[in-house]
T-cell receptor, first 114, second 119 residues
């Protein structure tokens, strides 16, 4: 069964460094999402992406964040200058036009900022 | 505004007990979907069920059952004869917009209920 994959599973970085979190969505999917979950808290929407542009973004998704689909298979989330409060689990999800409300989640990347 | 409330922060039961996890939602849309996800200690989100706003039939899947009541804006989840492997955080989520007008069907999650099943 096709699945969403994410790399790395865990990344440790120093405050102020740039990080790129990678996701490979399911191959025929057209809609892509990033969510964030700070430890012990709820899952929060960050951004959705369709047709090579951002469709919607939350208040959390400020200028430090960017997303990209560089090569037709990967979907990346970049944090330009990490802060301690960026430490969280980041989930990627993808969906397809045939089922507008279904999202398939990846296993997540745990980001630790020290 | 869209909102999902899971008032139960933690529930502890003994194996074989039945347990119900509550979920109350708010939305102004007439078309929406409700979801339940399980998050085991390993951290991934495991999809359990999706229901649309036009289908109020209760659903049963093995030991799991869901009670959707539009009149009270609730979508409760019951585990019958709980097992230790059911120990996890359970999230209820709402999605109420499809892909028109530039909006996307982002999921709005509740704060989750930590279920601990003791042997």
């Amino acid at each position: 069964e096709p699945e969403v994959t994410q790399t790395p599973s865990h990344q440790v970085t120093q405050m102020g460094q740039e990080v790129i979190l990678r996701c490979v969505p399911i191959s025929n999917h057209l809609y892509f999402y990033w969510y964030r979950q700070i430890l012990g808290q709820k899952v929060e929407f960050l951004v959705s992406f369709y047709n090579n542009e951002i469709s919607e973004k939350s208040e959390i998704f400020d200028d430090q964040f960017s997303v990209e689909r560089p090569d037709g298979s990967n979907f990346t989330l970049k944090i330009r200058s990490t802060k301690l409060e960026d430490s969280a689990m980041y989930f990627c999800a993808s969906g397809w036009r045939g089922d507008l409300y279904e999202q398939y989640f990846g296993p997540g990347t745990r980001l630790t900022v020290t | 505004a869209q909102k999902v409330t899971q008032a139960q922060t933690e529930i502890s039961v003994v194996e074989k007990e039945d347990v119900t996890l509550d979920c109350v939602y708010e939305t102004r849309d007439t078309t929406y979907y409700l979801f339940w996800y399980k998050q085991p200690p390993s951290g991934e989100l495991v999809f359990l069920i999706r229901r649309n706003s036009f289908d109020e039939q209760n659903e049963i899947s093995g030991r799991y059952s869901w009670n959707f009541q539009k009149s009270t804006s609730s979508f409760n989840f019951t585990i019958t004869a709980s097992q230790v492997v059911d120990s996890a955080v359970y999230f209820c989520a709402l999605s109420d917009r499809a892909f028109y007008g530039g909006a996307t069907n982002k999921l709005i999650f509740g704060t989750g209920t930590l279920l601990a099943v003791q042997p």
